[in-house]
């Protein structure tokens, strides 16, 4: 464990300053590495190259323009709500990224209700974007707004039954006590490897991912946003910073949910224990608290890919097809899931 | 209706787009870095319109066919010297203005096929954008000056009947 005694204020102080950094980074790479260049080279074109080497700064410019850009309320707009439903949005992305666990000591905060209070506050976005779409008093918005609600809550519930499985597994909803679990298990007595969930819980992993899939409205479950019949849904009506704080909260979301899924799956910030003997949560090294947010930033950028992949690929889900899917299919298997996690946890 | 998931065709679905990745990254992409290298368009692509102002008869054939009403002609009657010794002097349409407003103009190209004198031709030229709009306006003079782009018109079929020009 770390020796060094920060006072109150300068953990207040990092703990802000980590939590910008720990959004707004993720968001910006993701943005540039996949939005801007995987999907361009998906399509066989380059993307952005004249902003910066390889249209690196092309960010920069995107943003500079934003903010420029008037900042348009339409007359009927319901004002207050009309301002503040971008920033109910972003919170929910702070907010979500304070619960998880960067390293042995890298972390925002860390209570037992973790996996319980994400799962809560990641329903905090659907207020936003419901809140978004019925202020802007424009049909296109409300009737999104109206879509983004129905889809989220039908598949914040399959999202919610994926995680209990590994919450079964490992006998807690701290999640820093997952990660340990993960990377200090061990399969049929080999810990070389630890025992990362996904290899019991690739049931719960597929339906997280795809769920996960739907909660960030990215394609193929981007009915409410559908761009050519909604013209963007519950965003049509924002225009400069609250767009970009919208879009921002986006991408950021989408890798602060890879980053959950790591923890939950993926042995989180932790390497196996056996590999240098360590047993227990304080017999780690401090350098794992610059390697951890590494490799937690790693296994993010894999996810990103694999949702990103998976935008660019399919076409949009009906939205009769976007329910049925979430209703009588996600959610039978992730109860049968649930059911075969907590017979198997009885019987060993 | 039942849903039947088309799973291996989503796995293809997958394929493709990393193939396309691959490929993008080991072989290049498929588009040019247009202002950086430019590919030439093919020698008959509808770029611009050019005038040969001395064939132009301003009949406004081109003018009346236009859909776009983007064609504007001006001109006045001359008496030319007769053509052979003795005749009575011709008279002749001279041109004083011949306007293509390519900001209207939708290259359809009625103008070129409809005259009947060769005056109007199909240039591949295509980069003349103009920071104000007015300035697509192009007049007689810069018309003419497309004509030196204008590709030489194929060979005529072999037993073509070739009505030759008095």
């Known amino acids: ?348 | 209706m039942p849903m039947k998931p088309k799973v291996p065709g989503l796995f293809k679905g997958l394929g493709v787009t990393l193939n396309t990745l691959m490929t993008t990254v080991t072989k290049g992409a498929n588009t040019v870095q247009y202002p950086h290298e430019k590919e030439a368009p093919p020698i008959r692509a509808r770029g611009v319109i050019a005038l040969r102002e001395d064939n132009c008869t301003s009949c406004m054939l081109c003018a009346r066919s236009c859909p776009d009403w983007c064609i504007y002609i001006e001109g006045h009657k001359e008496l030319a010297p007769p053509r052979r010794a003795g005749g009575a002097p011709r008279k002749v349409n001279k041109l004083d203005r011949f306007d293509i407003d390519y900001a209207l103009c939708m290259y359809c190209g009625i103008c070129v096929e409809v005259c009947p004198f060769d005056a109007l031709f199909w240039s591949p030229e295509y980069e003349y954008s103009e920071p104000r709009i007015a300035d697509l306006l192009h007049d007689k003079d810069k018309l003419g000056e497309w004509m030196e782009t204008v590709p030489e018109a194929p060979e005529l079929e072999a037993g073509a009947d070739k009505k030759g020009k008095k």
């Not at chain 1, 227990?280 to 090294?285: H, Q, Y």
């Open chain 1, 1 to 348: 464990m770390l020796a060094i005694v920060i006072p109150y204020w300068g953990q207040s102080l990092l703990r802000v300053l980590g939590g910008t950094v720990a959004v707004l980074l993720p968001a910006g790479t993701i943005v540039y590495l996949f939005l801007f260049k995987m999907m361009s080279f998906m399509q066989s074109r380059l993307g952005p190259m004249e902003a910066g080497p390889y249209g690196s700064m092309q960010l920069f410019a995107e943003v500079g323009k934003w903010l420029q850009k008037e900042d348009i309320i339409p007359e009927k707009a319901d004002r207050v709500i009309f301002k503040m439903a971008p920033l109910i949005v972003l919170v929910s992305t702070f907010l979500l990224v304070a619960v998880v666990p960067f390293g042995p000591d890298a972390y925002f905060t860390q209570f037992d209700a973790g996996v319980f209070y994400m799962l809560a506050v990641s329903s905090i976005s659907v207020l936003g974007i419901l809140v978004a779409g019925w202020s802007s008093a424009n049909k296109y918005s409300l009737l999104g707004g109206l879509r983004a609600a129905g889809q989220l809550i039908a598949y914040e519930l399959p999202m919610v039954l994926a995680v209990i499985g590994v919450v079964i597994q490992a006998g807690t909803m701290n999640l820093q006590t997952i990660v340990v679990a993960q990377n200090g298990g061990e399969i049929f007595g080999w810990n070389g490897l630890g025992n990362p969930y996904i290899l019991t819980q690739f049931v719960g992993f597929g339906v997280f991912m795809i769920a996960v899939q739907a909660e960030l409205t990215q394609a193929p479950f981007d009915m409410p946003i559908a761009e050519s019949e909604l013209v963007s849904g519950y965003m049509t009506e924002y225009s400069g910073f609250r767009f970009l704080i919208f879009f921002i909260a986006e991408f950021a979301t989408a890798g602060v949910f890879s980053l959950i899924a790591s923890v939950l799956f993926l042995g989180g910030w932790g390497i196996p224990f056996s590999w240098f003997s360590w047993h227990n949560i304080n017999e780690i090294d401090d350098w794992m608290n610059v390697v951890g947010p590494l490799i937690m930033f790693t296994k993010m950028m894999a996810l990103v890919f694999v949702i990103m992949w998976v935008r660019f690929t399919y076409p949009r889900f009906r939205e009769d097809q976007l329910q049925r899917f979430a209703w009588k299919a996600l959610i039978p298997i992730s109860l049968l899931n649930i059911m075969a996690t907590a017979v198997l946890k009885v019987a060993f």
